[in-house]
């Protein structure tokens, strides 16, 4: 099976000096669903915004074979749709059509397939009845499921998403799920849920500190209490 | 939370509403430049002007109380300006003020009939469609966007103040709203470089696109030649009486 990521000694820190990554290595397979775990401030989210190039650290970072650089980032960031922990900084446009349409509108694409590509999206995340509504006036919830037709729009090959359950109540947590598993393409998902980590991920990679402390299939990762107690991040 | 101030009126079921924004745009900027245009001393164009605008408010249906709500905000600011030229004004110094005050309230009357009439988001479209720099039309839709998110954030903020808030105590009230705008600032800032970090994430390079869908119907022509048709006669009648 082809490799959809490759991250090879990738090493980050913030101008303030915060050793954010250090060392990670993994690779995630075509169409697999890798789960990123691990306690608040453990680098799950500088990970994430490496994955399209919007922070750059040092060590290798391959995506369909391609290295991540300047010359290709703009075809990057055409496969790999990244949906952000707050809604209201994914959703910046003034009406939900218009954010939908913002990703494949910067594609170049021609109005009409943009059209078809919005209301397909929508349509996805069973949310096509807002297309005309103020991003403004959606519940959290609603806002959650349109961000991520912001991104399945631009027909990505690789989604990935930053705490897509957070703040959600339990039947709307569980119908995110259930797009999520139906949306067909490679899937990266940082979070503290666990119980949606073990339902979707095929593999879990355990963040502490910066550093990869451990990854492996999800139910042999998830059932090693003596791991999770060593590493301070109790079930 | 759910607030509507800046569309409002915008859902009233009248003809002025239904015309092609862009059209709107070019009407009313004309009849602003016209009003603008008339000379010292020469009220029959104003009153002319005039009729023109308080036809054009019937038949939006605007209530009138929330017109003369918005006049009456921006008026006072007019006053002062007109004030400072009253004393300088070598001719009749209350007929000065009343002509300073009535080219104002005509060109604030077209402004709230234009913004009041049109969504603001088919209105920033209108004026990128009449080749308004597309990065302006950008700031304007952001601040529509999260102009309501900072007044929730603000409200939450006062609400844990208040919350927390034991006696009266003016002075630390002051204090504690000072550092409540402060916190907005920072956490305005942060929300502007996670935006700029998600519009890069959905391929944003720096140059602003959008879709257009409008296209003009004959109503739009009707009413624009008739609106251009009033101005001219205006000026003939006016350019006539001069002779």
Redesign the interface.
């Known amino acids: 099976m082809s490799k959809a990521i490759e991250f090879e000694h990738v090493a980050f820190s913030y101008p303030d000096g915060t050793n954010a990554l250090e060392d990670i290595n993994f690779s995630v397979d075509s169409g697999e669903c890798l789960g990123l775990i691990g306690p608040n401030g453990a680098g799950k989210t500088t990970l994430l ?1 490496h994955l ?1 190039g ?1 922070l750059r650290g040092s060590g290798s970072i391959r995506v369909h074979g391609s290295q991540l650089c300047d010359e290709n980032i ?1 075809l990057i ?2 496969d ?3 949906v ?1 922990q ?1 809604p ?8 939900v059509f ?1 954010d939908v ?3 494949p ?3 170049g694409l021609p ?1 009409k397939e ?1 059209k078809e590509r919005v209301f397909k999206a929508l349509n996805d995340v069973d949310m096509a009845y807002v297309s005309d509504k ?4 959606l519940s959290f919830g609603e806002k959650r499921r349109v961000s991520i037709a ?2 399945l729009s ?1 027909e990505p090959k690789i989604l990935v998403l930053d705490e897509p359950t957070s703040n959600l109540d339990p039947k709307h947590r569980s119908q995110l799920i259930d797009i999520l598993r139906s949306i067909p393409v490679t899937k990266i998902i940082a979070s503290h849920d666990l119980d949606m980590i073990s339902r979707l991920a095929d593999r879990v990679l355990f963040l502490e500190e910066g550093r990869a402390a451990a990854i492996g299939q999800t139910k042999h990762i998830l059932s090693n209490s003596r791991l999770f107690k060593e590493l301070g991040f109790y079930l | 939370m ?2 509507k101030f800046l569309d409002e009126h915008s859902d009233i079921d009248s003809w002025l509403h239904t015309i092609d924004p862009r059209v709107k745009v070019v009407v009313f900027f004309s009849i602003i430049i016209a009003v603008m245009a008339v000379p010292f001393a020469k009220p029959l164009p104003l009153i002319l002007y005039g009729l023109l605008a308080v036809f054009f408010l019937a038949a939006s249906k605007l209530p009138l109380s929330f017109v003369g709500k918005r006049l009456l905000g921006i008026l006072p600011f007019v006053l002062v300006i007109a004030l400072s030229f009253f004393f300088q004004s070598p001719v009749n110094r209350f007929f000065f003020l009343c002509y300073v005050m009535s080219k104002a309230a005509l060109s604030i009357l077209c402004m709230i009939l234009l913004v009041s009439t049109t969504h ?2 088919d209105l ?1 479209k209108g004026f990128q469609k009449l080749r308004c720099p597309g990065l302006l039309i950008m700031v304007f ?2 601040m ?3 102009l ?2 900072f007044i929730d954030e603000l409200m939450k903020m006062n609400q844990a103040r208040e919350a927390r808030s034991v006696g009266h105590m003016p002075w630390l009230k002051a204090r504690t709203l000072a550092n409540i705008v402060g916190h907005l600032f920072i956490r305005s800032y942060e ?1 502007g470089e ?2 700029y ?9 720096g140059q602003a ?3 257009h869908e409008f296209a003009l119907q004959r109503k739009d022509y009707i009413f624009v030649i008739t609106v251009f048709l009033y101005l001219a006669v205006t000026q003939a009648v006016n350019y006539v009486k001069s002779y």
């Open positions: 915004l399209n919007i703009t960031r055409k790999v749709g990244m952000f707050d209201d900084m994914q959703l910046f446009m003034p009406t218009e349409s913002f990703g509108l910067h594609m109005d943009i103020i991003s403004h006036h912001t991104v631009m | 759910h607030h603001f988001v920033l839709s952001f529509y966007r999260y309501y998110l929300r996670g935006v970090l998600a519009m890069c994430a959905r391929g944003y390079t696109r959008t879709m």
